[in-house]
């Protein structure tokens, strides 16, 4: 299992999205993984403190970007592509 089938795995565990059934004629067992709702505000904030987290292991301290204003228009200077000469 790579890394992505593993944290697909951990996900749907965190979230009771695996089902076990017996696999026939043994005496095991079986994930049968499920799907997780990615729109959930649950699944969201964990997705969200995952990625941060990792970043932060990873030496990367980037802050979101914030979100453009819709309806501004652009200042006259900066759409000519200067200002003042």
Avoid: I, N
Avoid at 6 to 32: K, S
Avoid at 49 to 78: D, I, M, N, Q
């Amino acid at each position: 299992m790579d890394g992505w089938g593993l944290l697909r795995w951990l996900t749907a565990e965190r979230f009771g999205a695996v089902r076990w059934e017996v696999v026939p004629g043994t005496c095991h067992e079986r994930a049968v993984l499920g799907q997780v709702d990615a729109s959930a505000p649950e699944y969201q904030q964990f997705e969200r403190e995952l990625y941060t987290k990792a970043l932060e292991r990873l030496g990367v301290h980037a802050s979101p970007a914030p979100a453009p204003e819709r309806g501004k228009k652009k200042p006259e200077a900066a759409k000519e592509g200067g200002g003042a000469r």
